[in-house]
């Protein structure tokens, strides 16, 4: 049950699109496709932002989009806006239903 | 308006135990996959415990197996942390989530556990 690697820091001018990474492996991320994207504001609840990699839950912008390729999942988020500022984590089903979080990306909007 | 509430946190010295619940309101947490997850000061969210909705499968994160039981209450619309031989790094904000098709939906506000002497 190793964490997903996720870096720590990303950043972005308001309206550049930015992309944070999440690596696992072929037990996790690469073995199918219950991958997850949440973000966090300080103090706040979890936010799911994408599940079943690439999929938005009702009400969430169509500035957040995700994919995968093998091992590693992507959140895209374009057109930044200062709330977007926050921790986002991705999370996948990592066999025998446990699940795996990353570490959590802090995304600043400068 | 669907919501989960947490509730037990506190502070517990090393060794100790503590029950967190989380209940559900605007919906039936009875047909709901259940999880506990946590995170603590500085770090990130980390998966704890799922419970399936008849509450006969449950599974655990390595780092609790063995001293925390994920159960539920169908009638009473609750879930339970039962939480043993609590250690420091069992310091954190604890969340429940439903699940919906292995995502982690809805979110309550968490509640915080602090152990130490």
Not at chain 1, 32 to 47: C, I
Not at chain 2, 29 to 38: F, G
Not at chain 2, 48 to 74: C, E, M, P
């Amino acid at each position: 049950q190793s964490a997903l690697t996720q870096p720590r820091s990303v950043s972005g001018s308001p309206g550049q699109s930015v992309t944070l990474s999440c690596t696992g492996t072929s037990g996790d991320v690469g073995g199918h496709n219950y991958v997850s994207w949440y973000q966090q504001h300080s103090g706040k609840a979890p936010k799911v932002m994408i599940y079943d990699v690439s999929t938005r839950p009702s009400g969430v912008p169509d500035r957040f989009s995700g994919s995968k390729s093998g091992n590693t999942a992507s959140l895209t988020i374009s057109g930044l806006q200062p709330e977007d500022e926050a921790d986002y984590y991705c999370c996948s089903l990592a066999g025998s239903y446990t699940w795996v979080f990353g570490g959590g990306t802090k995304l600043t909007v400068l | 308006e669907v919501q989960l509430v947490e509730s037990g946190g506190g502070l517990v010295q090393p060794g100790g135990s503590l029950r967190l619940s989380c209940v559900g309101s605007g919906f039936s947490l009875s047909t709901s996959w259940m999880h506990w997850v946590r995170k603590a000061p500085g770090k990130g969210l980390v998966w704890v415990s799922l419970i399936k909705s008849d509450g006969t499968s449950t599974t655990y994160a390595d780092s609790v197996k063995g001293r925390f039981i994920i159960s539920r209450d169908n009638v009473k619309n609750t879930v339970y942390l039962q939480m043993n031989s609590l250690r420091d790094e069992d310091t954190a904000v604890y969340y429940c989530a439903t699940d919906r098709y292995y995502t982690l939906n809805v979110w309550g506000q968490g509640t915080t556990v602090t152990v130490s002497s």
